[in-house]
C-alpha cells in the first residue's frame, strides 16, 4: 500500500468520525423526526461496518502483514 492510500484510508477515518459526531450532535439537540433518525442510522451502520474495515487494513498494513 502506497503513502498516499494510507492518506487516504485516514482521511476517510477522519470524515467518518466527523459524520458521527454531528449525528450525535444532532440527536442530542432534539433536531431529528423520525424520517432523519432512520436515515441517520442506516448511514450509522454502514459507517460502523467501514470504520472496522479500514481499522482492520490499516493495522494489517502497520504491522507489516
Known amino acids: ?9 485516514i482521511e476517510e477515518l477522519i ?3 466527523v459524520r458521527q459526531n ?3 450532535t ?4 432534539g433536531l431529528v423526526n423520525k ?3 432512520r436515515v441517520m ?6 459507517d460502523r461496518d467501514r ?4 481499522r482492520q487494513l490499516l493495522v494489517q498494513v502497520l504491522e507489516g502483514t
Open 26 to 29: 444532532a440527536k442530542n439537540m
Open 22 to 24: 454531528a449525528i450525535a
Open 1 to 9: 500500500m502506497s503513502a498516499q492510500d494510507m492518506v487516504k484510508l
Open 41 to 46: 442510522y442506516e448511514a450509522s451502520a454502514a
Open 51 to 54: 470504520l472496522h474495515s479500514v
Open 35 to 37: 424520517e432523519l433518525a
Open 15 to 17: 470524515e467518518i468520525k
